[in-house]
């Protein structure tokens, strides 16, 4: 079956925006997520946006869905060092029950100073 | 403080020897659910409950078994893990289907 897909990694010098991409399965998906996971720890919920959005500001960061082309992107502005981190997309397909987030492969996100 | 407490962080054993991963959350919700993360393949559901009572399978729940039998815990049970079950082990729990899960900091487990 298909897979949301992410970049693996993504490398960024402090206070430059980071753009991390997400190309997810199911069109229907109501709900769409990003996590951050940081080293040692377990995920942190960021942000969500609803399918009937197309975009989403909260602070330093944006969320962008484009659902013809089932893409999702978080841009983190003036990213700083306590950025680095994993950051993975999720999405609830319609077709297999409210329970069931699917997640990406996760992009590594590091910040240079 | 809210949050989901995980148990053990570490664990080592051997193939064939029963061992629980207890789980537990002090939100009142409804929703948990168990994903292991291995690396280049993100996190996979491997079961969830909807209520106490209340399981189902996830995408991968072949050699695990859970139970929900208080609100609060959902024990991850594995009766005779094998080598390629060693693995990063997250619980995580939601209020409703559609909000986001808050995470416990997950189980490392090794099995030999």
């Known amino acids: 079956g298909e897979d949301v897909e992410q970049s693996l990694f993504l490398s960024v010098r402090e206070g430059d925006s980071s753009v991390i991409n997400c190309t997810y399965t199911d069109s229907s998906s109501t709900y769409l997520y990003w996590y951050k996971q940081e080293p040692g720890a377990g995920l942190q919920l960021l942000t969500y946006?609803?399918?009937?959005?197309d975009m989403k500001q909260d602070q330093r960061l944006t969320v962008l869905l484009n659902k013809k082309d089932k893409h999702l992107s978080l841009r983190i502005a003036d990213t700083q060092t306590g950025d680095s981190a994993i950051y993975f997309c999720?999405?609830?397909?319609?077709?297999?029950?409210?329970?069931?987030?699917?997640f990406g492969t996760g992009t590594r996100l590091t910040v240079i100073p | 403080e809210a949050q989901v407490t995980q148990n053990p962080r570490y664990l080592i054993t051997v193939t064939g020897k029963k061992l629980t991963v207890t789980c537990s959350q002090n939100?009142?919700?409804?929703?948990m659910s168990w994903y292991r993360q291995d690396p280049g393949l993100g996190l996979r559901q491997i079961y969830y409950?909807?209520?106490?009572?209340?399981?189902d399978k996830g995408d991968v729940p072949e050699g695990y078994k859970v139970s929900r039998k208080e609100k609060r815990n959902f024990p991850l049970i594995l009766e005779s893990p094998s080598p390629n079950q060693t693995s990063l082990y997250f619980c995580?729990?939601?209020?409703?289907?559609?909000?986001?899960?808050?995470f416990g900091s997950g189980t490392r487990l090794t099995v030999v």
């Open positions: 999720a999405e609830i397909p319609s077709q297999t029950g409210a329970n069931n987030l699917f």
């Open positions: 409950s909807m209520n106490v009572e209340v399981t």
């Open positions: 946006i609803f399918s009937n959005m």
């Open positions: 939100m009142n919700h409804e929703y």
């Open positions: 995580a729990s939601s209020p409703s289907p559609i909000g986001g899960y808050t």
